[in-house]
């Protein structure tokens, strides 16, 4: 069994997925559009959204993420993820630190990396793109 993370992103899969892979070193393995699909799938979003990401992979150290712009069901959400925090594990708080500073920037701290009773480096925030993050060096 196998359990990997989905986000559903509001336009910006594409953007997110590219910034991942440049900042945490991660490979895109899968970024197609709407209109990559059978011709019925493109026909099921507005024109405006058929260049917009349908399916997003990427891996990081044998770990998987995906991704789509969200046009599950018809809907598209402008409050972004919520619910839940992707963990990243760092093996050096150097590392760590700097994870979170790339994840952070324009995006919402909601706790700064810090040292606490269970970690030598944690922060959490939710970045651009509205994922959320919890950055982890024990």
């Known amino acids: 069994m196998k ?3 989905y986000f559903n992103f509001n336009g910006c899969c594409e953007a997110a997925f590219k910034f991942y892979a440049r900042h945490l070193g991660a490979e895109i393995t ?4 709407f209109n990559d699909g ?3 799938a493109a026909e099921q979003v507005p024109a405006e959204w058929r260049d917009k990401i ?17 046009m599950c069901g018809g809907e598209v959400s402008d409050t972004g993820i919520s619910g ?4 990243l594990h760092a093996d050096e708080p150097g590392e760590a630190e700097r994870i979170f500073a ?5 995006g919402c701290v909601e706790m700064p990396m810090e040292q606490t009773f269970f970690a030598r480096r944690f922060g959490m925030a939710v970045d651009r793109f509205g994922a959320p993050w919890m950055v982890l060096c024990e």
């Open 3 to 5: 359990l990997n993370p």
């Open 54 to 70: 349908m399916h997003a992979s990427l891996t990081l150290d044998g770990h998987e993420l995906m991704g789509t712009d969200g």
């Open 84 to 87: 839940a925090h992707v963990v």
């Open 38 to 40: 059978p011709p019925e």
């Open 30 to 33: 899968a970024l197609m559009t």
């Open 102 to 106: 790339v994840l952070s920037e324009d």
